[in-house]
């Protein structure tokens, strides 16, 4: 086979992959938005579409739409940690939305890149370049300055999306990991990351008394058209944006999917302004968005950087292991 071809194929796949997860992360903050503006309860919704996302592969494995393995006991002990720090991630993302108008809480959400490149560091990664390093301090000062100039303030709002980052970082690492080091599909690594959360998420909105009243008021609102269309596309997208961050993190990497991330949250952000409201503008506030993704921009093109360098070292290696 033609090495430039699997080579083109490769490009595409990844290309493909951070493009799908960059589209269906930016839809679901909005679907998520609002959701959550007709029914607060965050973890009977998360619990929802776990359930959704289980139920679809498990009847596809079964009727031979996908070629996922069953459950193996040795596996599901490996990725439990992957499943708890997910749903931990979402469902502090779902809370903080809130109290977070979509902006800042996009801004809060832009730190990942920073928390995955101290995570990296300390576990053996080495030091970021100058460049990298500037950018995402960049990042951090703009989210202040925003935080500062933002009149709706909400204290546990910001608490819940700065803890999110530190979950979705750890889980976007033991993805990539677990990625390499079992083989998975992103398929199966979803399928294992929903099946484990069940049982905790159940746990949960038991624990925390949001069973049995948002059973019932999802029952009382089953009679809205608009409320249960909404319900529909939420767990579609969640189903949708599971797959892609699974699959731009394994064919990829962790830092990829948060730098994706990070693109996508300008377009986002920008919307954010005039959809669903909630966002008071004040000139303090506009400027540490700007600066926020000024940084997350910046960042994004000094790892480009960084990768184009690293390229032809890749290929002269490979040109020395044919001699």
Known sequence: MDTSTVADGSSFLSLFAALSYGIASMAMVFINKAII????????????????????????????????????????????????????????????????????????????????????FF?????????????????????????????????????MALTSVFFQTMYLVLVEKSGAE??????????????????????????????PNSLALLLAKSNSFSFLFILLLSLVMGIALNYTMFLCTIVNSALTTTIVGVLKGVGSTTLGF???????????????????????????YAKYQQKKIKAPKVVMDLEAHRR
Do not use: C
């Open 182 to 211: 079992e083989g998975l599909s992103s398929i199966e690594i979803m399928f294992y990351n929903s099946f484990l959360s069940l049982p905790f998420l159940l746990f949960l909105i038991i624990a925390t008394g949001e069973f």
């Open 123 to 159: 576990s053996g990664k080495g030091k970021p370049t100058t460049q990298v390093t500037f950018s995402v301090v960049l990042t951090a000062v703009g989210v202040i300055v925003a935080a500062i100039g933002d009149f709706s303030f909400d204290l546990p709002g910001y608490t």
């Open 274 to 300: 005039v959809l669903l409201g909630g966002v008071q503008v004040h000139g303090l506030n506009v400027t540490g968005l700007v600066i926020n993704t000024a940084g997350g921009v910046w960042y994004s």
């Open 37 to 120: 503006m007709q029914y607060a309860h965050s973890m009977t919704l998360l619990t929802l579409q776990q359930l959704a996302t289980t139920l679809l592969i498990h009847f596809g494995r079964q009727m031979g739409y996908t070629r996922a393995k069953g459950v193996d006991i040795t596996t599901a002990r490996r990725l439990l940690p992957i499943s708890l720090f997910y749903n931990a991630n979402v469902a502090f993302a779902l809370a903080s939305l809130k109290g977070v108008n979509i902006p800042m809480y996009i801004a809060i959400k832009r730190l990942t890149p920073l928390a995955v490149l101290i995570a990296g």
